[in-house]
T-cell receptor, first 114, second 113 residues
Framework: GESVGLHLPTLSVQEGDNSIINCAYS??????FIWYKQESGKGPQFIIDIRSNMDKRQGQRVTVLLNKTVKHLSLQIAATQPGDSAVYFCAERPNTGTASKLTFGTGTRLQVTL | NAGVTQTPKFQVLKTGQSMTLQCAQD?????MSWYRQDPGMGLRLIHY???????DQGEVPNGYNVSRSTTEDFPLRLLSAAPSQTSVYFCASRLRGAITEAFFGQGTRLTVV
């Protein structure tokens, strides 16, 4: 069943193409930024994170870009596959303090067409 | 290694009823937390715990209680359910020094009528 709202922004991408999902964050003092993937009926799954002293970080088929000047975060997925279809959330966190809390964005739905 | 386990997966309550959402993790994580997820909104923190015997409020704590008697378990109690508590609830855990809440449960979909 659906675990997020019906009016999420949706990105439709053909299988094999690259996907770029964007996120604007609010707190210029945030030190960590994280991307999560949430498939229908499941809990969020950690994808990749980046610290504020970095501009880019790469993982397996994913790249996160951070532009602190305009407070913008993006997730790039290379060679998008049907299994990438999900809702993607960004989150920000001020520091690694024990009680430091995450603030989540509302998400973008990625639909992969065949 | 089961990770984070939540029960039940689905629940319907009548207004005024009470219930407990269960959350257990087997990774010896110190930090555990509860979130609710509502349409059009990001995950919002309800309560969290940095270790056994220690709990604190998050962004939306009203109407919910928690306790942490063991490292493994972090139950969330609704004392008197209200329709505004209809939501999907997620429990998460991480090591104390970890950057992210890397482990989430599968969620509990709660409907209050």
């Amino acid at each position: 069943g659906e675990s997020v709202g019906l009016h999420l922004p949706t990105l439709s991408v053909q299988e094999g193409d690259n996907s770029i999902i964007n996120c604007a964050y609010s707190n210029s003092a945030s030190d960590y930024f994280i991307w999560y993937k949430q498939e229908s009926g499941k809990g969020p799954q950690f994808i990749i994170d980046i610290r504020s002293n970095m501009d880019k970080r790469q993982g397996q088929r994913v790249t996160v870009l951070l532009n602190k000047t305009v407070k913008h975060l993006s997730l790039q997925i290379a060679a998008t596959q049907p299994g990438d279809s999900a809702v993607y959330f960004c989150a920000e966190r001020p520091n690694t303090g024990t009680a430091s809390k995450l603030t989540f964005g509302t998400g973008t739905r990625l639909q992969v067409t065949l | 290694n089961a990770g984070v386990t939540q029960t039940p997966k689905f629940q319907v309550l009548k207004t005024g009823q009470s219930m407990t959402l269960q959350c257990a993790q087997d990774m010896n994580h110190e930090y555990m937390s509860w979130y609710r997820q509502d349409p059009g909104m990001g995950l919002r923190l309800i309560h969290y715990s940095v270790g056994a015997g220690i709990t604190d409020q998050g962004e939306v704590p009203n109407g919910y209680n928690v306790s942490r008697s063991t490292t493994e378990d972090f139950p969330l109690r609704l004392l008197s359910a209200a329709p505004s508590q209809t939501s999907v609830y997620f429990c998460a855990s991480r090591l104390r020094g970890a950057i992210t809440e890397a482990f989430f449960g599968q969620g509990t979909r709660l409907t209050v009528v």
